[in-house]
């Protein structure tokens, strides 16, 4: 069962520039999590934000939380090309006894 | 703190072969899971624990059996493997079950020929 879909499936941007993923999700949440994946490595946790966060920061990292539209972005600012990695959200919904539903993630590529 | 090991990195099987994947905490977590990663599926659970002596069944579970005799351990048994079988497997740790971030290893990538 995917709950979580980030969009765009791959974002292709400068060094320097801004990197904005988005992630959908369909049923109600306790909290929202991004993880970073660098290639052949484990994931990374971000940043959790919980339904009644609506925005939380994390040096260039921003990410805000909808509920109403089920939705959460990811925002990066001021992209390095070690940024370059796939970029998965993760719900922990509502009555599913705290385990995350990881979506299929949005694959980075920051150029020099 | 060596955080999430998980050994081997690498493992290639025949069908119907059965290995343990193993995985090891040392932040005396409470909560462990596994994962299967395959191409353009993102992450699904397989089976999790709350405890020592605590399992139970995510996502996938069929074809995979776990066991937690200790709190530092969470092995995954693949009993007769299968080419569907074929995945990068994760293991994760978190210091409780629910709005924790989790914390992963960097996997066993497992081939089934």
């Known amino acids: 069962s995917q709950q979580g879909e980030e969009d765009p499936q791959a974002l292709s941007i400068q060094e320097g520039e801004n990197a904005t993923m988005n992630c959908s999700y369909k049923t109600s949440i306790n909290n929202l999590q991004w993880y970073r994946q660098n290639s052949g490595r484990g994931l990374v946790h971000l940043i959790l934000?919980?339904?009644?966060?609506r925005e939380k920061h994390s040096g260039r990292l921003r990410v805000t939380l909808d509920t109403s539209k089920k939705s959460s972005s990811l925002l990066i600012t001021a992209s390095r090309a070690a940024d370059t990695a796939s970029y998965f959200c993760a719900t922990d919904v509502r009555g599913s006894q705290g385990n995350l539903i990881f979506g299929k993630g949005t694959k980075l590529s920051v150029k020099p | 703190n060596a955080g999430v090991t998980q050994t081997p990195k690498f493992q290639v099987l025949k069908t119907g072969q059965s290995m343990t994947l193993q995985c090891a905490q040392d932040?005396?977590?409470?909560?462990m899971s596994w994962y299967r990663q395959d191409p353009g599926m993102g992450l699904r659970l397989i089976h999790y624990?709350?405890?020592?002596?605590?399992?139970d069944q995510g996502e996938v579970p069929n074809g995979y059996n776990v066991s937690r005799s200790t709190t530092e351990d969470f092995p995954l048994r693949l009993l007769s493997a299968a080419p569907s079988q074929t995945s990068v497997y994760f293991c994760?740790?978190?210091?409780?079950?629910?709005?924790?971030?989790?914390?992963f290893g960097d996997g066993t990538r497992l081939s089934i020929l």
């Open positions: 934000i919980r339904s009644n966060e």
């Open positions: 932040m005396n977590h409470e909560y």
């Open positions: 624990s709350v405890g020592a002596g605590i399992t």
């Open positions: 994760a740790s978190s210091v409780r079950q629910g709005h924790q971030p989790q914390h």
